[in-house]
């Protein structure tokens, strides 16, 4: 429901601007969670019967073949960031802290989809539903790709 009524130039700008606040402050507070907090067995970030192991994602969405292509932000957070475009090691150690790291991604995601309905606030009907279809597009490929890589991870790892 529209409440806010902004000329046009204004209402883009403010969208750009929106997404921008909402990414970098969600990134933001995620990043400050100690890693043990995350448990890739609670609720949300648990591998579901249906997802086969991660089989799933590559069955129904061809994951491995454009799974390279996905932006990974780590570079963008300095020290605070944790590459997960590929491996860096393979000890037991590092691979149960990008099993964690995944948790974290995930959830990043999660939390920046949930700022999608605020857009109905200053913006027609339509472009509302566009940005909501634009949170979806820019941040449902990037959860099934942590929940790919975390039911692969825990195959190895036998988590």
């Not at 601007?17 to 609720?43: C, K, S, T």
């Not at 964690?100 to 700022?115: G, I």
Request: net charge positive; hydrophobic share 45%.
């Amino acid at each position: 429901m529209r409440i806010i009524h902004l000329p046009t130039s204004w209402t883009i700008l403010v969208d750009f601007v929106a997404w921008f606040i909402i990414h970098m402050g969600v990134v933001y507070f995620v990043v400050r969670i100690p890693l043990q907090r995350f448990d890739p067995h609670d609720w949300l970030f648990r591998t579901r019967p249906w997802e086969e192991g991660g089989d799933f994602y590559q069955r129904f969405f061809r994951i491995k073949k454009w799974k390279r292509y996905l932006p990974d932000g780590a570079p963008l957070l300095g020290s605070r960031g944790f590459p997960k475009k590929k491996l860096q090691e393979k000890t037991p150690e590092y691979l149960r802290a990008f099993l964690k790291e995944t948790c974290r991604a995930e959830l990043t995601h999660w939390l920046t989809l949930l700022f999608a309905p605020f857009f109905f606030l200053w913006n027609p009907l339509w472009v509302g539903f566009f940005m909501v279809f634009y949170a979806l597009t820019e941040n449902l490929p990037l959860i099934m790709a942590q929940r790919y890589n975390r039911a692969r991870l825990r195959r190895v790892i036998k988590d």
